[in-house]
């Protein structure tokens, strides 16, 4: 992109979405208190009493969750989307959006974030800007991602990522605003992963409007990845120190709201261990000059799903969240707080809590941010987890035998739905590497990409498979999680005692309950991803079906 483009791009959304106002955001303190106490004086923020500089607010029940339905990747080739996202003509959807857009932003101020997804001074972080017409949004940009002088003045020089952003309700003179405007029948989140574009029109929240995470850091940088060779990954990155005093990285990938957050903030419940967080929901890893694997976090804060965070869960969330904090749908009680479902009964509550109810906060308020997470290079990967919600069949974990298998695990991970996506709680759904809403480009070409990365790599990271979620027959959870996740991976760190089954090294330590290889649900699970893996046609790597295969065999003689 040609310098200056940063300026000739705003005036042309400016003539398209006419707004009464343009504001650049300078990523201030000060800039976050003006637009936070505006939004209090209108009603659409409300000030917490009992935490400084926080606020709660609630979105129009039509817009809780993103929006897969409404979401498209406008490759110039269908098949370069895949089967697993909506593809639409790139020229038809860009008519359609100007549809859209034209007007949109009437009454209303057009905020321009510049905005850098990594560290300002590292080589792996991207630009972007987003231009948008929701202060909520701004707010909240403000904490997720870094934003400053700096960034503004390296938008105006260098390429970035172009996002726009509409809440889609233009005012006429007079017309009142609602408290939280949006306008969920036309809402679309469109993708061009060529032009490094996003359009998103209609909806107010989360992962639809804070264009910096999902459709960034994740749909256009996994295409991004594809082409520059690396990784864009729906992953948690934690340090982890064993009591003698050597660190490890591992990243960690789950499907939406399975407890990613929890995972990276983890208090460990055996002394002597230590776990600080690099990131609880992003990571970019690249191959170093060294040959392993590094990652960096995109994101400078948390949007975490609140429902069943608390001091037993998640102690380190509950400290980071005492103050500059934004908490979106849940419960605000009468004495100027939020509520959620898990902490202490709290009876005067006034709105209920939604279950994809959320709060953004900085994620240098976390007391284990772990400071390497400002390195320009990343940190090194030792370990790569994958895990869903399984009542059956997976283990609480299991080490495969090469990278082909751990790439075998990924495309294979399933989980039970969720609130943080609109649609059915509850049922088993396929989520490839966690990726299946946020993959940029074709999933069969994705897995491939994955293969080829542990070509460029001397010393891949050992990947493993874990579930905390396995029930006994009288649907009882097994395992209790959480701080009591440590166990887990201290054998990751360590992975001494392991029993060779079909499907992978397991340890011989835990219960069997937790770690037994049922051959018929195996039997199951294979011919189940049979079926799914047909729908990548000949994009399916022969050398994922040489898995599959490997993995029957072997079935047979264990
Ligand atoms: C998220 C999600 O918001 O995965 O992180 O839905
Ligand atoms: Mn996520």
């Given at each position: 992109?040609?310098?200056?483009?940063?300026?000739?791009?705003?005036?042309?959304?400016?003539?398209?979405?006419?707004?009464?106002?343009?504001h650049?955001c300078?990523?201030?303190?000060?800039?976050?208190?003006?637009?936070?106490?505006?939004?209090?004086?209108?009603?659409?923020?409300?000030?917490?009493?009992?935490?400084?500089?926080?606020?709660?607010?609630?979105?129009?029940?039509?817009?809780?969750?993103?929006?897969?339905?409404?979401?498209?990747?406008?490759?110039?080739?269908?098949?370069?989307?895949?089967?697993?996202?909506?593809?639409?003509?790139?020229?038809?959807?860009?008519?359609?959006?100007?549809?859209?857009?034209?007007?949109?932003?009437?009454?209303?101020t057009m905020y321009i974030i510049?905005?850098?997804?990594?560290?300002?001074?590292?080589?792996?972080?991207?630009?972007?800007?987003?231009i948008t017409d929701?202060p909520?949004v701004v707010?909240?940009?403000?904490?997720?991602?870094?934003?400053?002088?700096?960034?503004?003045?390296?938008?105006?020089?260098?390429?970035?990522?172009?996002?726009?952003?509409?809440?889609?309700?233009?005012?006429?003179?007079?017309?009142?605003?609602?408290?939280?405007?949006?306008?969920?029948?036309?809402?679309?989140?469109?993708?061009?992963?060529?032009?490094?574009?996003?359009?998103?029109?209609?909806?107010?929240?989360?992962?639809?409007?804070?264009?910096?995470?999902?459709?960034?850091?994740?749909?256009?940088?996994?295409?991004?990845?594809?082409?520059?060779?690396?990784?864009?990954?729906?992953?948690?990155?934690?340090?982890?120190?064993?009591?003698?005093?050597?660190?490890?990285?591992?990243?960690?990938?789950?499907?939406?709201?399975?407890?990613?957050?929890?995972?990276?903030?983890?208090?460990?419940?055996?002394?002597?261990?230590?776990?600080?967080?690099?990131?609880?929901?992003?990571?970019?890893?690249?191959?170093?000059?060294?040959?392993?694997?590094?990652?960096?976090?995109?994101?400078?804060?948390?949007?975490?799903?609140?429902?069943?965070?608390?001091?037993?869960?998640?102690?380190?969330?509950?400290?980071?969240?005492?103050?500059?904090?934004?908490?979106?749908?849940?419960?605000?009680?009468?004495?100027?707080?939020?509520?959620?479902?898990?902490?202490?009964?709290?009876?005067?509550?006034?709105?209920?809590?939604?279950?994809?109810?959320?709060?953004?906060?900085?994620?240098?308020?976390?007391?284990?941010?772990?400071?390497?997470?400002?390195?320009?290079?990343?940190?090194?990967?030792?370990?790569?987890?994958?895990?869903?919600?399984?009542?059956?069949?997976?283990?609480?974990?299991?080490?495969?035998?090469?990278?082909?298998?751990?790439?075998?695990?990924?495309?294979?991970?399933?989980?039970?739905?969720?609130?943080?996506?609109?649609?059915?709680?509850?049922?088993?759904?396929?989520?490839?590497?966690?990726?299946?809403?946020?993959?940029?480009?074709?999933?069969?070409?994705?897995?491939?990409?994955?293969?080829?990365?542990?070509?460029?790599?001397?010393?891949?990271?050992?990947?493993?498979?874990?579930?905390?979620?396995?029930?006994?027959?009288?649907?009882?959870?097994?395992?209790?999680?959480?701080?009591?996740?440590?166990?887990?991976?201290?054998?990751?760190?360590?992975?001494?005692?392991?029993?060779?089954?079909?499907?992978?090294?397991?340890?011989?330590?835990?219960?069997?309950?937790?770690?037994?290889?049922?051959?018929?649900?195996?039997?199951?699970?294979?011919?189940?991803?049979?079926?799914?893996?047909?729908?990548?046609?000949?994009?399916?790597?022969?050398?994922?079906?040489?898995?599959?295969?490997?993995?029957?065999?072997?079935?047979?003689?264990?």
């Amino acid at each position: 992109m040609k310098p200056n483009d940063f300026h000739s791009w705003i005036d042309s959304v400016r003539t398209l979405c006419r707004p009464d106002a343009v504001h650049v955001c300078d990523g201030s303190r000060a800039e976050f208190d003006r637009i936070a106490a505006e939004m209090v004086r209108a009603g659409k923020l409300t000030a917490l009493r009992q935490r400084p500089r926080s606020f709660w607010c609630q979105s129009d029940p039509e817009d809780v969750a993103r929006v897969e339905e409404d979401t498209y990747i406008c490759s110039i080739h269908p098949d370069d989307a895949g089967p697993t996202n909506q593809w639409k003509d790139p020229e038809e959807m860009r008519t359609v959006m100007h549809r859209l857009f034209s007007g949109c932003m009437q009454g209303r101020t057009m905020y321009i974030i510049p905005y850098c997804m990594g560290p300002v001074r590292s080589e792996h972080s991207q630009l972007g800007v987003e231009i948008t017409d929701s202060p909520y949004v701004v707010l909240n940009m403000h904490l997720m991602t870094r934003m400053g002088p700096e960034v503004l003045a390296r938008c105006e020089q260098e390429p970035f990522v172009r996002g726009l952003h509409s809440v889609g309700v233009p005012l006429q003179p007079g017309q009142p605003d609602p408290a939280w405007p949006c306008n969920p029948k036309h809402r679309h989140i469109v993708h061009f992963p060529e032009t490094r574009e996003i359009w998103s029109f209609g909806s107010g929240y989360g992962g639809n409007a804070l264009l910096g995470k999902k459709c960034h850091a994740l749909r256009i940088a996994s295409a991004v990845a594809r082409d520059e060779g690396w990784l864009a990954e729906h992953m948690l990155i934690l340090g982890i120190t064993n009591p003698a005093g050597k660190k490890k990285y591992i990243a960690a990938a789950f499907p939406s709201a399975c407890g990613k957050t929890n995972l990276a903030m983890l208090q460990p419940s055996v002394p002597g261990w230590k776990i600080e967080c690099v990131g609880d929901d992003i990571a970019w890893m690249h191959v170093g000059a060294d040959g392993q694997l590094w990652a960096i976090n995109p994101e400078a804060g948390y949007f975490g799903v609140a429902p069943g965070t608390s001091m037993q869960t998640n102690p380190n969330a509950m400290k980071t969240l005492t103050h500059d904090a934004i908490f979106t749908n849940t419960a605000l009680t009468q004495d100027g707080d939020i509520w959620w479902d898990g902490l202490p009964p709290q009876p005067l509550k006034i709105a209920s809590c939604h279950p994809n109810s959320r709060f953004t906060v900085s994620a240098k308020q976390c007391p284990i941010y772990d400071s390497a997470a400002e390195n320009p290079q990343g940190v090194p990967i030792s370990a790569i987890l994958f895990g869903g919600r399984r009542n059956t069949t997976i283990p609480l974990v299991m080490e495969s035998f090469s990278w082909a298998h751990g790439v075998f695990y990924g495309a294979s991970l399933s989980s039970e739905t969720t609130a943080a996506a609109k649609g059915e709680l509850g049922k088993l759904r396929h989520d490839p590497f966690a990726m299946l809403p946020f993959c940029g480009y074709h999933m069969g070409d994705y897995f491939d990409h994955w293969l080829w990365m542990g070509q460029k790599l001397v010393k891949p990271p050992r990947i493993y498979a874990v579930n905390w979620f396995r029930k006994s027959a009288d649907g009882k959870y097994l395992w209790p999680g959480f701080g009591e996740n440590i166990r887990v991976l201290e054998w990751v760190f360590e992975p001494t005692n392991a029993q060779k089954t079909a499907v992978g090294n397991v340890p011989q330590h835990f219960d069997s309950a937790l770690t037994n290889i049922d051959h018929a649900e195996w039997m199951h699970e294979i011919e189940e991803l049979e079926r799914y893996f047909a729908l990548f046609g000949n994009k399916f790597p022969k050398e994922l079906s040489a898995e599959l295969q490997a993995l029957k065999a072997r079935l047979m003689v264990y």
